[in-house]
């Protein structure tokens, strides 16, 4: 990369005191450490040397949820009927295929696929860390860090959640796919993790599968491995009611108190889903200032049911957004979701501002992934933005003012002309540069799978 690169955007959404505002004409300057140098409205035409990208330029978008390998499940998990838990066993399907070559393979694709759609940081959620039967590769970490690689090769940041997951459910040790996700217990857990390493564009933090998957005394050990390294730690909350039911039979508690009460929330913890919670759920997660990371694709695909967002968002907690199964990657379509879905739920509009939706795609995001300094366009923050066409067929015609309302209500993630990661030019009119001919890397990952 040059020492410097400046972009030239044709419009920019901006922070700015009074709320957050499209500017036209906005140079964009990168300095050699991948970070914006100077951020300029109204610079007038696109001067010689500038990259010249037409459209609105935004906060790349952190999809703080995913499991990449789900990705292989589009479409074939749509025949017939089901639930989510015949849902899962058909994911269990596709994990037994993966090792570390078509991990990579696929993830690489996957995170490419991202890439395309206006994503420039992913929170992988990984559980799939030991080879068929339970057996240990030789190098224990080779599944997560095939997923770094990837990340690597389709141009993004990463964030490697590195899950915990020891049980099938409450009192219940793991059978069959389950076996490659469990190291035996927590300190085998964060023993292997410790090894797992941060790199330029990849930050290691913590998971817990989910209150069925980690019993309750060994949760503090992945709260403590993730308080003294102050990383990120994610947990699945109460997606179901059938977990919750679980818990209070098997602990009479809701999930939320039990990790509440082993010091598993706070503010560098997400919560994902958090579908099903009661009031005191909603004081514990906004009382110690946890975010909550909906997932409005994946929880209208699962039929989990529509999540107390809002409720949520009022009360305090953060907000992040997450593509999880990958039914679709849209990080657009993620933020709308919240608005709509509330809106039918109360058959009232007017919930959530595009402004704000922008927020948890972009710093809340990226905030809750271990990346405070991405996610807003602005000088010292890393130089992470995508390009939004404003003359598609879905974004033609509104004022370039209303840039948001746009991007939100309006555009998909066809509409993504580029995308820049800590200043490079990832996607370049429509086309990533690293992985060209995705939908084939994607149909070939995919295929071999069968
Ligand atoms: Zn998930």
Same mark, same amino acid.
């Given at each position: ?26 140079? #964009? ?44 499940? *589009? ?60 057996? *240990? ?18 141009? #993004? ?148 049911? #529509? ?144």
């Amino acid at each position: 990369m040059p020492a410097v690169v400046t972009y030239w955007a044709e419009h920019a959404w901006l922070p700015h005191p009074d709320g957050p505002a499209v500017r036209p004409e906005v140079l #964009i300057t990168v300095g050699a450490g991948g970070r914006i140098t100077g951020v300029v409205p109204d610079s007038g035409p696109c001067p010689a040397g500038a990259v010249r990208l037409a459209g609105l330029a935004l906060p790349g978008q952190a999809n703080a949820h995913s499991h990449a390998f789900h990705r292989a499940l *589009r479409s074939t998990a749509q025949v017939g009927s089901g639930t989510f838990w015949t849902w899962r066993e058909t994911m269990y399907q596709v994990a037994a295929a993966l090792d570390p070559d078509s991990y990579l393979a696929l993830a690489t694709a996957v995170y490419a696929e991202m890439a395309l759609a206006g994503i420039t940081a992913v929170g992988e959620f990984h559980y799939l860390h030991h080879a068929p039967g339970g057996a *240990r590769y030789a190098n224990p970490n080779a599944m997560g860090e095939a997923l770094v690689e990837a990340a690597a090769r389709a141009g #993004i940041r990463i964030t490697l959640l590195d899950t915990c997951y020891l049980s099938s459910g409450f009192g219940a040790e793991p059978t069959g796919p389950q076996l490659r996700f469990s190291d035996g217990d927590a300190d085998a857990w964060a023993e292997r993790a410790a090894a797992l390493t941060d790199a330029p564009h990849a930050r290691i933090g913590a998971a817990v599968h989910s209150v069925r998957a980690v019993p309750a005394g060994q949760l503090g050990t992945v709260a403590h491995w993730a308080a003294t390294r102050r990383a990120p730690l994610h947990v699945h909350l109460s997606e179901q009611t059938a977990e919750n039911d679980a818990c209070l039979a098997a602990h009479g508690v809701t999930p939320t108190r039990l990790l509440a009460d082993h010091g598993v929330l706070g503010p560098r913890t997400s919560a994902v889903h958090a579908t099903h919670l009661t009031d005191e759920d909603v004081r514990l997660l906004a009382g110690s200032a946890t975010t909550v990371c909906m997932c409005p694709t994946t929880e209208r695909d699962l039929a989990d049911g #529509i999540g107390p967002a809002r409720r949520l968002a009022s009360a305090g907690c953060p907000i992040s957004l997450g593509s999880d199964s990958h039914a679709v990657i849209d990080p657009f379509e993620e933020a709308r979701a919240l608005e709509l879905d509330e809106r039918l739920r109360t058959r009232t509009r007017g919930h959530w501002t595009a402004n704000a939706l922008l927020r948890a795609g972009g710093a809340d995001g990226h905030a809750s992934l271990g990346w405070p300094e991405a996610g807003r366009l602005e000088p010292g923050a890393l130089a992470d933005f995508c390009v939004l066409a404003l003359d598609s067929v879905r974004t033609a015609g509104a004022p370039p003012a209303l840039g948001a309302e746009t991007a939100v209500f309006a555009a998909s993630a066809a509409d993504v002309r580029h995308l820049v990661v800590g200043g490079r030019h990832v996607v370049e009119d429509g086309v990533h540069r690293l992985v060209p001919e995705t939908g084939r890397a994607l149909a070939d990952a995919v295929g071999a799978l069968r």
